[in-house]
């Protein structure tokens, strides 16, 4: 079988027909943190190529919109997991070298899909203020 061959199979067993239920059952499991590549290799879902005309189609702006809340939940879910692993070693099911490169990874997902809450960098902004040199003793007293 041939790579061309191979792709009209597997696209012709597989929904394209979007739907407001399709959609939101995708985004429940992307919000539980499963990825979409293994949502959509189960029977009866979109191939991931369809998911993404979706998203940029134009046409579909409400699933757009909760694709990218359930991206941001799914880093909120990553970010539960590693409390999992902590407590796998602590019971001594998982390996420490183990857990800490599912650690990494699951670290470094929860910071790309949820930056504000998972970040390590910090926000050093600062604001000045341009005043003379009498103003600031004003401004002292």
């Given at each position: ?20 239920e ?73 390996e ?46």
């Amino acid at each position: 079988m041939t790579s061309s061959t191979y792709r009209e199979v597997r696209t012709m067993s597989r929904p394209s027909i979007y739907s407001g239920e399709l959609a939101e059952s995708i985004c429940a499991r992307l919000a539980g943190g499963e990825s979409l590549r293994a949502i959509c290799r189960e029977k009866g879902m979109p191939d991931k190529s369809q998911v993404f005309r979706w998203l940029v189609d134009g046409q579909h702006t409400e699933f757009r919109d909760q694709y990218m809340a359930a991206r941001e939940a799914a880093g909120f879910a990553h970010a539960d997991r590693l409390v999992e692993i902590a407590d796998q070693i602590e019971s001594g099911e998982l390996e420490p070298a183990k857990a800490r490169a599912m650690a990494d990874n699951l670290k470094w997902c929860a910071e790309r899909m949820s930056p504000k809450a998972h970040t390590t960098r910090q926000d050093l902004r600062v604001e000045t203020t341009q005043r003379t040199h009498e103003e600031w003793l004003e401004y002292l007293k």
